[in-house]
């Protein structure tokens, strides 16, 4: 089994380069480390790759990195993939940071793309925009959900740390209590992408910034029940909705099986579990009133 350590970046189209470069530049605050006419590169200001935009007819996900443990042989990640009747390919230099990937289709039609070693960018001193600490997390859209779990559990090494009902799996990678989530619709696309910023205070920042620049929030502040983020959603102008989140819960020790306590916990240990159907989407906040078919 491959075993995924982190996610790296994520990949869009997008039929309007330049007003998503002034989007997720000016108000986002991620850096651009390449780009020509028909595509960019980004990264957080401490060093990260984040965003990858490329011109296309509409707007969606088109591809997701993650990172392996550096020094990792990738002919023998191509092997496990193949292993387990996955094709595959090797690509080189797909972003200034990574100079070599494995490149597959998941079982949702999504181009992944992993690799081991990774060179970071210097650092940007420069003010302005959300400023996120990383990409967190990537939620997609899925006709099978079952089936699109088991695959990133049983090759690509993911965990399950929460179900809702039948119709939404969270699953993480590293320590964080997710890194994918997957929804039952009856069209496959992103559902949304998410972005950690370092507190509560920063949430506040980003909600009065996107409302300096007339982006209306969609959902939130609240505070989730599943994974109990803090999270503040909106809308690109690309229609691609984007969340701001902080304080998510944290499995320090895949041993103990359970999150670090904290206050707003309903069980003490909390452990990964199935939630019911109708659980609440979130404890406060917008939505909160709400059950979950789905978010919004």
């Not at 990195?65 to 387990?84: I, N, W």
Request: charged share 25%.
């Amino acid at each position: 089994m491959i075993q995924v350590k982190r996610l790296g970046h994520a990949t869009f189209s997008t039929p309007d380069l330049e007003k998503q470069l002034d989007y997720w530049t000016r108000i986002m605050g991620l850096a651009v480390v390449e780009r020509d006419a028909k595509r960019a590169v980004l990264a957080s200001k401490l060093g990260q790759e984040s965003v990858v935009l490329e011109n296309g007819d509409h707007a969606d996900l088109k591809r997701i990195a993650f990172q392996v443990a550096p020094g990792t042989d990738l002919a023998d990640v191509a092997r496990k993939l193949g292993a387990a009747s996955v094709s595959s390919e090797r690509r080189s230099d797909i972003t200034p940071g990574i100079a070599d990937a494995v490149v597959f289709t998941d079982p949702k039609g999504t181009l992944v793309e992993l690799y081991s070693d990774y060179r970071f960018h210097a650092r940007d001193k420069s003010e302005g925009g959300v400023n996120p600490l990383k990409i967190g997390h990537v939620a997609s859209r899925v006709h099978d959900v079952k089936k699109v779990a088991e695959f990133y559990r049983d090759v690509l090494g993911f965990r399950v740390s929460d179900w809702i009902g039948d119709h939404f799996v969270f699953m993480r990678c590293g320590i964080d209590h997710h890194t994918v989530n997957f929804v039952r619709y009856e069209t496959q696309r992103l559902h949304h992408v998410a972005f950690e910023v370092k507190d509560w205070a920063e949430i506040q920042r980003a909600c009065e910034l996107l409302t300096r620049n007339e982006v209306q929030l969609v959902w939130g502040p609240l505070r989730h029940v599943v994974g109990h983020n803090i999270a503040a959603y909106h809308r690109n102008s690309d229609e691609l909705r984007i969340e701001c989140y902080c304080e998510m819960d944290i499995m320090a020790d895949e041993q103990l099986g359970y999150w670090s306590p904290r206050p707003w916990h309903e069980e003490m240990p909390l452990r990964p579990k199935d939630w019911p159907k109708d659980t609440w989407r979130s404890a406060w906040g917008f939505g909160s009133f709400g059950t979950f078919p789905g978010y919004p």
